[in-house]
């Protein structure tokens, strides 16, 4: 059995856990040895309570089931300073605030797109980068962002994003140059990314009590499902109502008292009511030349693809930057090797993990499902139909109704193994998209369009949940941040120590998955309809051939998962150094109890 560290003589964790933990080795229900996860709660509760002075003069012996002796009581001197509830909560709801901002950044702008691509004299395809500029940076900074708030200050790095997000909104909404426009969404999307880790960061921190920790993530959490279902009727309103320049004003309205407050309120390294300083690490570096590489190549590859189906493909416009993405692709693969393990954003031995190759695949599904029906319906319904935005969005709202009831079945995954859970779900959305190629008309609303939505959600969400799920079973709660959203499946494939970095590149792939994918279904419906001529946008050709390439990617990740997944659980072979230092007693070592205070 695995136990903590020798107890240190000037300091203890507050937390009740301890005592019951080695309580519970030396009574006996310790002769079952403990998962490395549970040992690591352990070490995680021991390293996160407020310290209190321990007097070394007194016998205190850690197992007092074994002996007569109680464990030592807190003195006054002892007793945490009280936090006060009303700043807790208050620093809550302003993190809750930009992660509602950062989802409404991107599910708001959905409803204005036909607006702005018509203003603004946008091809087709070139509208895509309304979402593919964010979501790009978004992903590529957000490798960088968790380590960002790691080591340097957590709080000026979530009041630096959300402040310069307000800014260049505002800035968004005076535009009227496209090219401009795609180059300030990129910019949008980088400073949003600082502010989702960081933000995690600070509420670890400021919530240390695991029940009141895991609502206010869990709280957190929600902000965001709210922003994306109001986020679509924010758009849709002030479109229809007033113009489309307000929907990104609205985001700089918001911004900027959340940046004033989080600026006066969210505690500096020196606070004496939170431990807020960062934690010494290890990490000497940033990888922003990987980072960097990883940028450029997705957007001279997307870039390409969008090209393509304006131009010929031949052209020198598309194969030059194809070919010189691919190279950078190489390069940045080839960097990564380069580099120390603890600064690279995508660590090779990464990919020899078990399952890794495969659950990163399904990572880029999700919301590529999602992204591709916003962007078709949204522009088909108000274009062709008629219909207003709001009508459009009320019409798309079982999509996010759909997703929402299913994220309450991540404890399935308890009983059911996640290979099973992410292959219904991938099956189900198979099932929903074979649907989509024949919704042409508004009268196949009620009889296609709609069960697709449902069944189709359901199941991305189902695959997505099994996917990416909370397991807070780590070693600090700093690398927790990048990974409170972690994948139940992953976290049975990676070792503890990687979390933080496997956590980011997880929720890279959501965003990468999306961008590319939407640019991807974009091209090759631009390409149909200018081959049919000028009333080709207003046939659904283009649009049902783009649902028969998204559902043979559903295919493809769904027999990856089928074939390649592996249900049985794998002992990993690198553990953690921490885990590893950790002392081993017997069965009959921890039956001496007192005998073994200084093993212990």
Known sequence: MLLPPAVDCTTQSSSPDLYTLLAAMASGIGSVPLSRAETLVGVEIIGTGPEIKLDCKKDINPFPNSVSEKPPVNDSTATPKPKSVLRKYALLAVFCLAQFLDVVNNSAIMAAIPTISAQLNMQNGEDVWLISAAQLSFAAFLLLSGRISDVYSAKWAFVIGIAFLGIISVIMGLMRNKIALFALRAFSGAFASLTIPSALNLIVRVFPEPLEQSRAVATFGASGTIGNILGLFIGAIIVQYASWSWVFY?????????AIIGATLIPGDDDDEFEMKPKKSNMKGLDLIGVSLLTVALILFIYSITTGSSTKWASPGVLVPMILSV????????????IPEENAALPPKTWFYPNFAVLLGIALMPYFWWTTLFLIFTTYWQDIFGWSAVLSVEHQLPLSIAALVVTFTAPLSRVINPKWLIFTGEFMAIVATVLLPFASTPN????????????GSAGTQLAYTHTKYARPLLLDPVHWLMSVSFSIAIFRSTPSRMAGTVGAIFNSALQLGSAVGSAAVTSISASIENKAGPDGSRQYTGRAASFYFLLAVVVIEALSVLIFYKTRRVELEEEDEDVNSLPVLTNQEQSQGSGNDEKV
Do not use: D, N, R, S
């Open 250 to 258: 609205f985001v700089a309205i918001v911004a900027t008292p959340v």
């Open 327 to 338: 190279l950078l692709f190489a390069g940045f693969f080839y960097y990564e090797t380069l």
């Open 444 to 455: 196949t609303y009620w009889p296609l369009v709609f069960p697709a939505f449902v069944i």
